[in-house]
Nanobody, 128 residues
Framework: QVQLAESGGGSVQVGGSLRLSCVGS???????????MGWFRQASGKQREGVAV???????RYADSVKGRFTISTVNAKTTLTLQMNSLKPEDTAMYYC???????????????????WGPGTQVTVSS
């Protein structure tokens, strides 16, 4: 059974930074086999939205609301997916989810329905 686990969430003040990490485990699972990996978030009362994704070829896509502030990457020989979040705003407050799929990302930001594997989420709270 494939499991993804996020870490790094927490509470910060406006303008602060956080770095989220995601690792996967399970028989036969490896992030090296994934075509698309990404981060989604869901604020209270809102739908889950894509934040950033990274394709197997290393190309990235970002939601307009986070461009220039967030950076998605893979580290540790592509065993860990990270999201560096800088200049955080109150509107960034949400539960953040890691997601991966064997299919490639495609030219645009994929929807949540494009991902087969999900983590349980980590809470990010930004206060003013």
């Amino acid at each position: 059974q494939v499991q993804l686990a996020e870490s790094g969430g927490g509470s910060v003040q406006v303008g602060g930074s956080l770095r989220l990490s995601c690792v996967g485990s399970g028989y036969g699972y490896s992030m090296n086999y994934m075509g698309c990996m990404g981060w989604f978030r869901q604020a209270s009362g809102k739908q889950r939205e894509g934040v950033a994704v990274i394709d197997a070829d290393g190309s990235t896509r970002y939601a307009d609301s986070v461009k220039g502030r967030f950076t998605i990457s893979t580290v540790n020989a592509k065993t860990t997916l990270t999201l560096q979040m800088n200049s955080l705003k109150p509107e960034d407050t949400a539960m953040y989810y890691c997601a991966t799929d064997v299919r490639r990302c495609g030219p645009a930001m994929p929807t949540r329905w494009s991902f087969n594997y999900w983590g349980p989420g980590t809470q990010v709270t930004v206060s003013s």
